[in-house]
């Protein structure tokens, strides 16, 4: 049986090791990107457009507004449907960073919750 050095010094696995490596470390990113802005983000309220469809299933862009400048989304999945173009969904981000946020489109916003104030919720916002 080849041990671990001859394993990663032939050339056919030592590709094959760095591959799953790589995708080993953007998995990690991407998780840690998300679990950092859902406990550090402040809360607005994005309107969805743009909705297409791809190999996936539906793509699309969105536009929310933080402290008086507008942020766009694009390519943003998740549980969406042609019929949502229009609609407002929850979006969480960063304040020291907008650009860096999640689109919630599990939470559709209710029409008893307004226009979110300039610089945003601290948390989702209850109908009264």
Not at 9 to 15: C, E, I, P
Request: overall charge positive; some cysteine; glycine content about 10%.
């Amino acid at each position: 049986m080849k041990n671990i050095k001859q394993i990663i010094a032939n050339k056919k696995y030592r590709t094959v090791i760095i591959i799953i490596g790589i995708l080993i470390i953007l998995s990690v990113i991407g998780f840690g990107n998300t679990w950092y802005i859902q406990s550090n983000g402040i809360y607005s309220i994005a309107v969805v457009r743009n909705i297409k469809g791809t190999r996936g299933g539906v793509s699309a862009d969105s536009y929310y507004i933080y402290n008086g400048m507008k942020y766009q989304t694009h390519g943003v999945s998740g549980i969406l449907q042609y019929s949502d173009e229009g609609k407002r969904f929850y979006i969480q981000f960063l304040a020291s960073n907008p650009k860096r946020c999640k689109l919630h489109t599990d939470q559709p916003v209710p029409d008893c919750i307004g226009d979110p104030p300039p610089e945003g919720w601290k948390e989702i916002p209850k109908c009264k």
